[in-house]
T-cell receptor
Framework: SQQGEEDPQALSIQEGENATMNCSYK?????LQWYRQNSGRGLVHLIL?????REKHSGRLRVTLDTSKKSSSLLITASRAADTASYFC????????????FGTGTRLTIIP | NAGVTQTPKFQVLKTGQSMTLQCAQD?????MSWYRQDPGMGLRLIHY???????DQGEVPNGYNVSRSTTEDFPLRLLSAAPSQTSVYFC????????????FGAGTRLSVL
């Protein structure tokens, strides 16, 4: 079963606007990662946040983590057409379990 | 700097045929994994390896075999292809137990008729 579930499943916004997508997970984690997948390509790592961190920034990306609610959000500011992609959260590896478990993804479309 | 290389990129099989999807990485990574991606299902782990000679099952291992004879290579074998195995397959690697970032290949799109 999926550990992470992204919300919304699909999101369309105008270029320049901010995009926010959410991830909920079920069990305790050591860290949570976000990946991007352009159409027809493999996944690319974006950012990792550890369980003792509440917020992390990387360029136009801002990730938050609320372990009490078992949720994370990814904010992309000042969106660009090149941000059009699917975004996945992944939990793991955790507590000796070597697996990374991916959610079902959010499909983001940036309208020029 | 090749990273993770998967071959072939596309493949069409008939039901019952067998084939091997190849995966190679040149980053000297200990950990390698195979995922399948289906619409609305995200990525599901098929098999993974934490080093040469060591493999373990993931979430959906049935119908697939793996082996890891070298650090670089992690082939995925379909023993008797079924239409349910039509999917996009991704190989990934990461450095080791303390390295969480996973690097993905470009994928193999497989159709089983």
């Amino acid at each position: 079963s999926q550990q992470g579930e992204e919300d919304p499943q699909a999101l369309s916004i105008q270029e320049g606007e901010n995009a926010t997508m959410n991830c909920s997970y079920k069990t305790s984690i050591n860290n949570l990662q976000w990946y991007r997948q352009n159409s027809g390509r493999g996944l690319v790592h974006l950012i990792l946040i550890r369980s003792n961190e509440r917020e992390k920034h990387s360029g136009r990306l801002r990730v938050t983590l609320d372990t009490s609610k078992k949720s994370s959000s990814l904010l992309i500011t000042a969106s660009r057409a090149a941000d059009t992609a699917s975004y996945f959260c992944a939990t793991g590896p955790n507590f000796g379990n070597e697996k990374l478990t991916f959610g079902t993804g959010t499909r983001l479309t940036i309208i020029p | 700097n090749a990273g993770v290389t998967q071959t072939p990129k596309f493949q069409v099989l008939k039901t019952g045929q067998s084939m091997t999807l190849q995966c190679a990485q040149d980053m000297n990574h200990e950990y390698m994994s195979w995922y399948r991606q289906d619409p609305g299902m995200g990525l599901r782990l098929i098999h993974y390896s934490v080093g040469a000679g060591i493999t373990d099952q993931g979430e959906v291992p049935n119908g697939y075999n793996v082996s890891r004879s070298t650090t670089e290579d992690f082939p995925l074998r379909l023993l008797s292809a079924a239409p349910s195995q039509t999917s996009v397959y991704f190989c990934a690697s990461r450095g080791g137990a303390l390295e969480n970032i996973q690097y993905f290949g470009a994928g193999t799109r497989l159709s089983v008729l």
